[in-house]
Each structure stands twice: as C-alpha cells, then as structure tokens.
C-alpha cells in the first residue's frame, strides 16, 4: 500500500521548534510533490490579552504574519505550495477547544493527508503553546503524524 500525500500540515508557534518542524514539512511535500499549510496556533496568553483588549489584535496578527513570512521562504525555497491561517488554540467559551483540537480540526478543514507536529520540551514559554498538543495529535488524528 502505498502513501498519497496532497498537503502536509504543520502547527506553528513562532517556536524555533515549529520552524524545525516546518523544514520537515517541505521535505515530505517535497518527496509527495504536495502542499503545505501552516497554522499558527495562539496560546492562552495572547488570547486572553486579545480578548480582554490588553494587546491589539493587530499587533498579534503583525507578528505571526512575519514568522509565517519565515515559513514561506522556507517552503518556496525548495518549490513547495504553501498556505497559512492563524487560529485561536484557547478559548474561554468552549472547553474543548485546546491546541491539539485546533490542530486536528484544521487538518480536516484544509483536508490534510500528513501532519507534522513539533513536539517541543515543556519550557512554559507562552508563545509556545504546541508543546502539550503533540501528544493529543498522536493520539487522535486519523491521518500519519510526524513528531519532531
């Protein structure tokens, strides 16, 4: 049985980790002649503070535009298609939504057939909210997962 991959997911965070991870990303498009799509995923913090207006959402959309700026480089220096989007991995509304829900429901959204995931030490950095999603993403996602 052979492997079709079409577009490659790859969470985000603005971690040098999640960069590394977007370098493995490229590589399986690259061997499937895929796409990429990165999200970025926000952590907690930073939707706490954009909620409660204490930071511009603005500002955060400046930020993560120019690290997946670095992600496009990334991707179409090897010649490999690639998306972004942003989304919230907290919400102060809804229980389940977390990081590892984020990442799977993104993948079904963009209809992704391979997930890379950096799988990060816990460092309790705030912006980098994929470390306790790695695991949940190996856990439930339908599609073949690539830790890193």
């Known amino acids: 049985m052979s492997l079709t991959v079409e577009r490659v997911l790859?969470?985000?965070d603005g971690s040098d980790e999640?960069?590394?991870?977007?370098?493995?990303?490229?590589?399986v498009a690259e061997r499937y002649d895929a796409a990429v799509h990165a999200v970025y995923v926000l952590g907690e913090e930073v939707v706490r503070?954009?909620?409660?207006?204490?930071?511009?959402?603005?500002?955060?959309?400046?930020?993560?535009?120019?690290?997946?700026?670095?992600v496009r480089e990334i991707a179409e220096a090897e010649g490999v298609p690639v998306s972004t989007s942003i989304a919230y991995g907290f919400s102060t509304k809804r229980k389940t939504t977390h990081p590892g829900s984020v990442?799977?429901?993104?993948?079904?959204?963009?209809?992704?057939?391979f997930i890379v995931i950096p799988r990060e030490p816990l460092t309790g950095?705030?912006?980098?909210?994929?470390?306790?999603?790695?695991e949940y993403v190996l856990l439930y996602a339908s599609q073949p997962v690539l830790s890193v």
């Open 10 to 12: 790859v969470p985000v």
């Open 18 to 27: 999640s960069l590394e991870a977007v370098e493995y990303a490229v590589a």
């Open 49 to 70: 503070a954009i909620e409660e207006a204490a930071v511009d959402e603005s500002e955060v959309a400046e930020d993560t535009e120019a690290f997946t700026d670095t």
């Open 103 to 113: 990442v799977l429901d993104t993948a079904e959204d963009v209809d992704a057939d």
């Open 125 to 134: 950095e705030p912006g980098e909210v994929l470390e306790k999603a790695a």
